[in-house]
């Protein structure tokens, strides 16, 4: 099985942290997120994921899926900061 690697990037800490993340392709993006949130200290409930180009990210899909439509690098954004200066 094909591995993935994601660097996603806290984007609501001003320090930009990220966590690289390297899945099996047939993983379930969620479960990418919650380990993502879980490093961060964040919910992975309340939180939004977006391509580099602020595209939203469906978690359902596989790691694989995601990989190939949006590419490594992707943003997390925790809803509570959505908006919020």
Do not use: H, W
Not at 54 to 62: F, L, M, N, Q
Request: glycine residues 8%; contains cysteine.
């Amino acid at each position: 099985a094909d591995k993935v690697d994601f660097k996603i990037t806290l984007a609501s800490d001003q320090n930009l942290p990220y966590k690289v993340v390297k899945v099996p392709g047939k993983a379930p993006f969620s479960a990418v997120v919650k380990f993502a949130a879980n490093e961060f200290g964040v919910n992975a409930d309340t939180s939004a994921i977006l391509s580099k180009d602020g595209v939203g990210v469906p978690i359902t899909e596989t790691a694989q899926s995601v990989f190939l439509k949006f590419g490594s690098e992707l943003k997390m954004i925790p809803r509570d900061r959505v908006g919020a200066c």
